[in-house]
């Protein structure tokens, strides 16, 4: 299969394409591809939204912060005005691949526990092809904050209402509690499917489909019941 193939392969004949990356692991077009994606999200975030009101509101609503004066509030919210443009750059940059390669290698350690001949090149070359369905989050994200009548109320952490921590009010109630609820997303639930069948097809017969998802499932559940902790903690 050729590349673009492959691009549209994940969407409409993911077993087909994943045997694919499988059999010749590459990773390099789908990874420049959500780079490249995320990169122009977080520009038009910075010029369209601003980081300020993202980090009013965190401060707004963090008790610790709370605790605070006005002048130190203040204080903070400039040098975070400084690092975030920096931060969030960085994520697309850096943190993509890394966190790719990370996830990769937790991945190879599920499945080599099912005695499956999987090689690290192949699980990140499904990584990065799942991946691709962060394109269409970054799409809808866009529209949505370009549709929003106060580019303010935009909330980068949680741009759509595809999980839910939708039906929840993010500024009351426990934080544990919401940061679990918006990991119940569509779009984690697509992405964990779709690595699911990449493991699969990395593993043939030494591996199931059902062993593949368990190996996706439990360090992703790990995941966000840490996630949700650390924001609890946080308050």
Known sequence: MSEISRIAGVFFEPAKTFEDVASRPSFLVPLVLVILCSLIYTGL?????GWEPMLRHQMETNQRAAQLSPEQREQQIQVGLKIAPIFGYAISL????LGYLIAAAVLLGMVKIMSAPTRLSQ??????YS??????????AIAVMFLKPNPADFDIQNPLAFNLGALLDPNSGSKFVYTLATSMDLFSFWRII?????????????????????????PWAIWVLAAASLAGLRG
Do not use: D, E, N, W
């Open 45 to 49: 975030y910075s010029q369209h939204v």
């Open 94 to 97: 850096v943190g993509v691949p």
């Open 123 to 128: 699980v990140y070359a499904v990584m990065c």
């Open 131 to 140: 991946g691709i369905t962060g394109i269409v989050f970054i799409a809808l």
């Open 194 to 218: 779709l690595v699911a069948i990449g493991l699969k097809a990395t593993g043939g017969r030494s591996l199931s489909f059902t062993g593949a998802l368990i190996a996706v499932l439990i």
